[in-house]
């Protein structure tokens, strides 16, 4: 299973203690959020294997030399604009609808959210709605939400998503 890790503070020692495939710069609040994403980009490169996006701003990201996007729910009109800059896309979706329309649309990726409790996000949709939905799509999905723990991630390892994505995971 692949792992996603968000983070708003990247640091050098985080990426190599849990060696996520992907690892996301979201930083809402930063204004200098340009510079934290070059540097961001440049603490990435050097692990091969890593999958670098930046949030919502697929100009930033193809400037900066970023693997992609991770564009909000609010966004698909953006999905064609940063595949035609060649940028894979993830992006957020709640329902099941969101997650067909991110496929029909071209996304790469999205997360599906939240799976389990969650702060401010609304009722959890549970591991039985990750399961329904992988089942209905060809679109790689990221389980997202809740997950804070390996306990966590040893649920949703029964359905046959494609991943899971977290902040509070990768924090510890």
């Known amino acids: ?7 708003s503070t990247p640091s050098y020692f985080q990426l190599r203690k849990h060696m996520p495939d992907f690892a996301l710069y979201r930083d809402k609040e930063n204004k200098n959020y340009a510079t934290e994403a070059q540097n961001f980009v440049q603490m990435c490169k050097p692990l091969k294997t ?3 996006f930046l949030h919502q701003d697929y100009n930033l990201a193809k400037e900066l030399g970023a693997d992609g996007v991770h564009l909000t729910s ?13 940028l894979e896309v993830i992006i957020s979706t709640h329902t099941h609808d969101e997650v067909h329309i991110a496929e029909a649309m071209g996304a790469d990726y999205v997360t599906y959210s939240p799976i389990f409790a969650t702060p401010d996000k609304g009722a959890p949709k549970g591991v039985e ?16 939400g809740g997950i804070v723990s390996q306990s966590e ?3 949703i390892e029964q359905t046959s998503v494609y991943g899971f994505a977290s902040i509070r995971y990768f924090s510890a």
């Open 1 to 7: 299973m692949k792992k996603y890790l968000i983070t």
């Open 50 to 52: 890593l999958n670098v």
């Open 74 to 86: 609010k966004q698909f009109d953006e999905i064609p604009k940063a595949k035609e800059l060649g």
């Open 129 to 144: 709605s990750l399961q329904e939905i992988v089942s209905m799509t060809d679109i790689k999905i990221f389980a997202l």
């Open 153 to 155: 991630v040893e649920k």
